[in-house]
């Protein structure tokens, strides 16, 4: 807890700040809405793409901030494992992510509600703008969780291309960048094998849509729209992933980086 | 404490830090590694704490490779401001003292007051010579077996070199620690040092007890530095 204190102190003055933009940003889509334009749709754009890159930008900061303020010599001669230095960073990263994102879903929940208030002539059945409430209210913990997944693939990325640099300089960075597109190229390729994973249905977020929105599901696949499903399977292997990474960047800060 | 340097080489891109460096080191005590700028101090402790890999050659502490996880039993001392600037004095001291399982808190306290450390001044905020204090409190107060300090006496006033070198002696237990002090002021360490290293071009040229060194040569070490130098050690 304190190394997980200690980072949470050294990064809480970048997260209010955050904090604050994206309340300007907020307003700046409830203005939109109000005005009936359509920038308020871009904004919300970025706010999600922010923080997809959250994660990855924050924990690399966080990382290289021990560098750049030259407590990497205090840092690194702490006699604690590896892991822990590397999770109190990502942990208190983390917990700011979470948060930020739930602000910016209860933000996304407002603005949607207020949109459907103002201009109930957009969506002209009323059963229409309740579905659609309905829907992200539902939908929420999902796509939330969707988020958090992708967040934290791009931030272990790049936290093992920093570790790879590190240690073993470019050619670390480079073994970094093959081993990322060779995961990339494998997942699409044994794309036979990932199926076998595909178990244990836990939501079905294509299914919830047309259900809510009282649709045939034969209107998807019509469409070629793929299901969207969040499978126990999955989930499982990718905890197990980061694991496995996590264990890398261990082996990677107590025995091979240089400061 | 032991230490084994087998035929170490550290580059920094072509250049080496240190060449074909070996060492044996079997002692307690307070040990100066003393060379000009450049003859491979600061690389050389870096290696014992892990801080760095040998291109070639091995490093062993107490038999096992030094690795970045050795802190445990070896505590590094930068010459660069490392403290986190954020924390006031008392926080580091509290924060040193909830990671690092050898850490006395009391000796760190003790030693903050008796140089009249402000406690709730930040870090980034103290004076050079306090931040050096600072870190001595910090180092001194480990009772790990080795202590690398890496400079601690560079770019500090008269005062404070004294108080530094008087907190090392006070509180370093001789009997049961090894402290490595790289620095290239000689003349004021040398009434503290047990043993020397002399480092030159990235080797060590002469090494062995201080004061057998100074009667087998009838020099200071000042002079034997002098020597070294100029390259006939």
Request: charged share 20%; net charge negative; aromatic share 12%.
């Amino acid at each position: 807890m304190t190394l997980f204190r200690k980072e949470w102190r050294e990064t809480r003055t970048v997260f209010f700040i955050l904090q604050g933009v994206f309340t300007f940003l907020y307003l700046l889509i409830w203005f939109s809405l109000t005005q009936n334009s359509g920038w308020a749709f871009l904004l919300m754009f970025v706010v999600a793409a922010a923080h997809v890159l959250y994660l990855f930008i924050a924990w690399l900061w966080s990382l290289q901030g021990e560098w750049r303020s030259r407590t990497h010599w205090t840092w690194l001669n702490l006699p604690v494992p590896g892991w822990k230095l590397i999770t109190s960073k990502l942990a208190a990263v983390f917990s700011q992510y979470l948060l930020s994102l739930a602000y910016a879903m209860a933000a996304g929940w407002f603005s949607l509600r207020l949109f459907l208030e103002q201009f109930p002539a957009v969506l002209p059945v009323d059963e229409l703008d309740r579905s659609l409430l309905s829907f992200y209210e539902s939908a929420s913990p999902w796509i939330y969780l969707l988020m958090t997944h992708l967040s934290l693939q791009f931030g272990f990325a790049v936290v093992l291309l920093y570790l790879l640099f590190k240690a073993f300089r470019f050619l670390g960075a480079a073994a970094g960048v093959l081993l990322i597109i060779g995961w990339n190229y494998l997942t699409s390729a044994a794309e036979g094998v990932f199926q076998l994973l595909q178990f244990g249905e836990i939501v079905n977020l294509s299914e919830l849509f047309y259900r809510t929105f009282s649709l045939p599901p034969g209107r998807m696949m019509a469409d070629g729209t793929e299901n969207l499903i969040l499978y126990a399977g999955d989930t499982l292997f990718y905890l197990v992933f980061y694991a496995v990474l996590l264990a890398v960047f261990h082996y990677l800060i107590d025995r091979k980086i240089e400061a | 404490m032991k230490i084994e340097c087998s035929s170490v080489t550290k580059k920094y891109g072509r250049l080496a830090g240190v060449k074909e460096l070996d060492l044996h080191l079997d002692r307690t005590g307070i040990c100066g590694v003393i060379g000009e700028n450049g003859s491979g101090k600061s690389t050389l402790l870096k290696l014992l704490t892990g801080l760095l890999r040998p291109t070639e050659g091995t490093v062993t502490i107490d038999n096992a490779a030094a690795a970045r996880n050795g802190a445990v039993d070896t505590a590094y001392l930068s010459e660069e401001d490392a403290l986190y600037r954020y924390f006031s004095v008392e926080e580091t001291i509290d924060f040193m003292s909830r990671i690092i399982p050898d850490f006395n808190k009391e000796t760190a306290l003790g030693m903050a007051r008796e140089m009249n450390l402000p406690f709730q001044q930040k870090v980034k905020t103290l004076s050079r010579g306090n931040r050096a204090r600072l870190k001595i409190a910090a180092a001194a107060s480990r009772s790990a077996p080795l202590i690398c300090m890496d400079e601690p006496l560079s770019g500090l006033d008269p005062v404070v070199r004294e108080d530094i070198l008087q907190m090392i002696i006070r509180y370093i237990d001789m009997d049961k620690q090894l402290v490595l002090l790289s620095t290239h002021e000689v003349r004021e360490v040398e009434p503290y040092l047990d043993h020397v290293l002399f480092l030159h071009d990235g080797k060590i040229v002469v090494e062995g007890d201080t004061e057998t060194l100074k009667m087998e040569r009838q020099q200071s070490l000042t002079d034997i530095l002098r020597t070294v130098m100029n390259g006939c050690g």
